[in-house]
């Protein structure tokens, strides 16, 4: 069964700095997508970013991107400039690409201060 | 907006009770998920349907249960609760572009 891990469970960064959170998962599939969102204190689940396995190029989304490593299966999450309002709990989360199992795994959070 | 909606928002009852949670996907989605997540938690993953057939199950209690309709809104059931059944409890659907769009979920409180 895939998991994904988190073992991170709160860090710490000063306002304009740049933060990375760590993500590892288990999987024997060579196809998946993985991604990573965000609970602000609304607790609304909000897309970051996606990273499909097949894709050797990193995505980025503004000061967003993540370090995908296929091979040693992390996936982390780099946050530039941070800004008070990326204050929240992240999710790191894998979903297989067949069809027959879409079942989304989440790990257990990162809970992300920023520092003014 | 992610374009799921999920009713009611907030809803505080009394143990031993039962209650409905109500979802509907965003329009062409066929996929719906119900996660569950406590106080400071993770997100655990409930049920799953797919075109009104149950597609896969995860920690869910057998006193929850779940279906979906027709019109692809589905409903979560949710009886004798206890009050470590206080949870956020999350919708969410997708399409097959690979990521879950979630609802605002509904808040539950039991006294």
């Known amino acids: 069964a895939q998991t994904v891990t988190q073992s991170q469970p709160e860090m710490s960064v000063q306002e304009a700095e740049t933060v990375t ?24 689940m909000i897309l970051v970013i996606r990273q499909e396995a097949y894709k050797q190029q990193n995505a980025t989304e503004n000061r967003f991107s993540v370090n995908f490593q296929k091979a040693a299966k992390s996936f982390s999450l780099k946050i530039s400039d941070s800004q008070l309002g990326d204050a929240a709990m992240y999710f790191c989360a894998y979903r297989s690409a067949w069809e027959g199992d879409d079942k989304i795994i989440f790990g257990k959070g990162t809970r992300l201060h920023i520092l003014p | ?10 809803l505080i009852t009394a143990t031993g009770q039962r209650v409905t949670l109500r979802c509907s996907p965003r329009s062409g989605d ?5 996660y569950q997540q406590s106080l400071d938690q993770g997100l655990q993953f409930l049920i799953q349907y797919y ?23 589905s409903e979560l059931n949710l009886s004798s609760l206890e009050l470590g059944d206080s949870a956020l409890y999350f919708c969410a659907s997708h399409r097959g572009t ?11 409180t039991v006294l």
């Open chain 1, 21 to 44: 959170l760590s993500c590892t998962y288990d999987t024997s599939e060579s196809d998946y997508y993985l991604f990573w969102y965000k609970q602000p204190p609304s607790r609304q």
């Open chain 2, 1 to 10: 907006d992610s374009g799921v909606t999920q009713t009611p928002k907030h």
């Open chain 2, 30 to 34: 066929l996929s719906v998920y119900w």
């Open chain 2, 51 to 73: 075109n009104g057939e149950e597609r896969a199950k995860g920690n869910i209690l057998e006193r929850f249960s779940a279906q979906q309709f027709p019109d692809l809104h």
């Open chain 2, 98 to 108: 690979g990521e879950l769009f979630f609802g605002e979920g509904s808040r539950l």
